[in-house]
């Protein structure tokens, strides 16, 4: 005779989250951004609420967000309250879209120890609060900065005031035009230590890459996509990088697997970002009428907008990597 299927209650079949252990349930809320865990996880019962305003949980704050414009002033508030929660244990954070010379102060000043400092599209903070801030960061080894307001001063500052920098990711907007080597000699003239060192679509041009080579004698990772006026068959300036670095990525090899992608041409820039798995371009035109400031970016000035598919402008070979320490030793090292 068949068998009979056992009968199970509703009540049987659901699952009470609550009688979770508090440290699997805080391992869990974890993965949430700060946005969804102050938004709606903190909301559900006051045990997951107690779990959410433990100092702990806030060690590794992600703002990551859509970029509207409207949610600004909320995220910014939200950052501070995150900030505050952390109590001072904060090693890693995030912004995009939002931040201003006010919420990096405090950061600054509530995370004496943060090692991780992450800012995507944040035109609102100036270069003096950025040298200001770097004072209160002495043990900060991570940097990444695109489409910031942020100059070679502020770069010089970062790198006299946090000798333990290792990485330094500096993405800005250049059209191909551009000839610009003065942040490039502050990071060599400021940052002896740098391991991990990318500048997609920077303006420097040989002299600033030799000034690099010389300067940050501890390279091993080199990211140079997109700067158009690196010329690495000129005064064997390849050769050297090989000799130099571990890993280069040259001005031509593709940018497929960033979590943005770049773009420069004659007059205009593109970089794709895909922060949730789609993609979003954003192409600033640099075809003005007048003097191209970089000021108008930190004043909220808007260019064109659309969301579409990424592209690289050049093909290069599959793997966009030149692993100089397989070419030297044939072995064969894949970065990170």
Sequence with gaps: MPRRKRKTSAAAETRNWLELPPDVTASILSRLGAIEILNSAQKVCSQWRNICKDPSMWRSIDMRNTGER???????????????????????????????????????????????????????????????????????????IFICSISEHALEAIGRSCPLLKSLKYNLRYCKDDVYDDEALAIAQSMP????????????????????????????????????????????????????????????????????????????????????????????????DYDFDYDLFANGYDHRFDISGASDSYEDDSSGILDTASMNSGASDSDE
């Design 193 to 288: 230590e740098l391991r991990r060192l990318q500048l997609l679509g920077n303006g420097l041009t040989n002299k600033g890459l030799q000034a690099i080579l010389d300067g940050c004698v501890r390279l091993e990772y080199l990211d140079l996509r997109q700067c158009l006026n690196v010329r690495l068959g000129k005064e064997d300036l390849e050769k050297r990088c090989m000799e130099r670095v571990k890993t280069l990525r040259r001005p031509y090899d593709s940018t497929h697997d960033c979590e943005y992608s770049v773009r420069v041409d004659d007059t205009w820039a593109s970089y794709s970002y895909h922060p949730f798995g789609g993609i979003q371009d954003f192409y600033y035109d640099f075809d003005f």
């Design 70 to 144: 409207e949610d600004g002033c909320i995220h910014e508030k939200m950052c501070f309250h995150a900030v505050d929660r952390s109590c001072g244990h904060l090693i890693d954070i995030n912004i995009e879209y939002f931040g201003t010379d006010e919420l990096l102060l405090h950061i600054a000043e509530r995370s004496g120890h943060l090692k991780r400092l992450r800012l995507f599209s944040c035109y609102s903070i100036s270069d003096g609060t950025f040298g200001e801030v770097a004072l209160k960061l002495p043990f900060l080894e991570e940097l990444e």
